[in-house]
Structures are given as C-alpha cells and as structure tokens.
C-alpha cells in the first residue's frame, strides 16, 4: 500500500517535520522522479508513485534522531511500517545505506538525496564535502563512513546515468525549475493549492 501524496504530507505536518527539512525532502523528490521517468523511458520497471512517496517521507524521522539519537533512517522505516506503509518504509529505511547494489526505487531515492544539500541539487563531491564539514568534526570513524557512503554514491551514480543515458551534472538544472513550494516561502499555501489536491 502505498499513501496519496497528501496522506504524505499530513504525516509529515503530523510529526512537526521542520520547514527545512520539507523543502529538502521535496527538491529529493524532484530528483527521484526525474530520475524515475527517464528511467521508466528505458523500459526500467520503476515505481514513479512509491519513488515520489518515499522521497517526500524519507527524512520524516531526522529529527527524531537528532533529538534523541537513533539512526532515523531505520526509525522512519519503522514508523512506515506501523502506519501501514512497508513498500515505503522498506525504501526510507535504505535511503542512507542501501542493503543491496540494484537498480530500483531504493537505489533511486538514496542516490537522490546524495545529490541534495538543503533544498539544492549540487554534484556527489559538493554533498560529502558538505558532509564532511558537518558531521566529521576530525572523528575518524565519522570520516570513514562517510567515505564509505561516498564511494557507494558513485557506484549508483554510474549505475544510474549509465541506465538513463545522460551526465551527472544534467540533474544540477532541476535548481532552475521552481520546486514543490513557491518561491516566497509561503510553504504551506502550495501544499494546500498543489500538493494537497494529489492523490
């Protein structure tokens, strides 16, 4: 089962999810979809509506994590599962560390929150320097894992624009398309004008 896009955002509304966090998760979606689309053009058999749903809710627990520790991406697989939503939860669960090297809605959604640094598409190298400079703080074993997802990111990377057929730094362009918000930041009138007439 998978939510309408405006179950999506109510459960998003429900658990306060910071406005940064939202215009994050909506530019992740943009990328997923995008992504998704031409990927289905190829004849890949790729779900767009679980991508969409799942890059939209994939940070609906980050919060909770940096409040109360955990890891929120396992914390929001669980949340999807007790609210009826396994086929979500199972990408959102991943969208940090994929479990396996396919070429799926999962590998979509993790790799397009790699290309996302607040609520702007920018390359692999300008997200985990980014990474870097917040979490590492000279730990080493911060700056290990770190690497680690890098390395894994250019895997999907080749992966996937190998699938799509286009260069990497074509998805920079989606920063010229107005995201899923108007640009005065009036957030919540778009998602009751667009986001909230989806099913």
């Not at 896009?5 to 994050?24: E, F, L, S, T």
């Not at 767009?48 to 396992?74: F, P, W």
């Not at 640094?117 to 870097?132: A, C, G, H, N, P």
């Not at 895997?155 to 362009?173: H, K, S, T, Y």
Request: net charge negative.
């Amino acid at each position: 089962m998978i939510p309408s896009r405006k179950q999506a955002i109510d459960i998003m509304r429900a658990r306060h999810v910071p406005r940064h966090i939202i215009m994050h998760s909506l530019r992740v979606r943009q990328v997923a979809v995008t992504i998704a689309g031409m990927l289905i053009n190829t004849g890949r058999p790729i779900d767009i509506k679980l991508v969409d749903r799942a890059a939209i809710l994939h940070d609906v627990c980050k919060m909770d994590s940096i409040l109360s520790g955990g890891d929120h991406a396992l914390m929001g697989q669980k949340l999807m599962q007790e609210l009826g939503y396994p086929l979500v939860g199972n990408i959102v669960g991943q969208h940090v560390f994929l479990r396996e090297m396919t070429l799926d809605e999962a590998m979509v959604v993790n790799y397009s929150d790699k290309r996302v640094r607040q609520d702007v598409v920018v390359s692999l190298d300008q997200r985990f320097v980014d990474l870097m400079d917040r979490y590492a703080k000279g730990e080493e074993s911060i700056i290990r894992r770190i690497l680690d997802l890098y390395d894994t990111a250019k895997q999907e990377e080749a992966i996937i624009m190998n699938a799509c057929g286009i260069d990497p730094d074509w998805l920079v362009n989606l920063n010229l398309i107005p995201g899923d918000y108007i640009l005065d930041g009036r957030l919540e009138l778009q998602w009751e004008h667009t986001l909230g007439k989806a099913k």
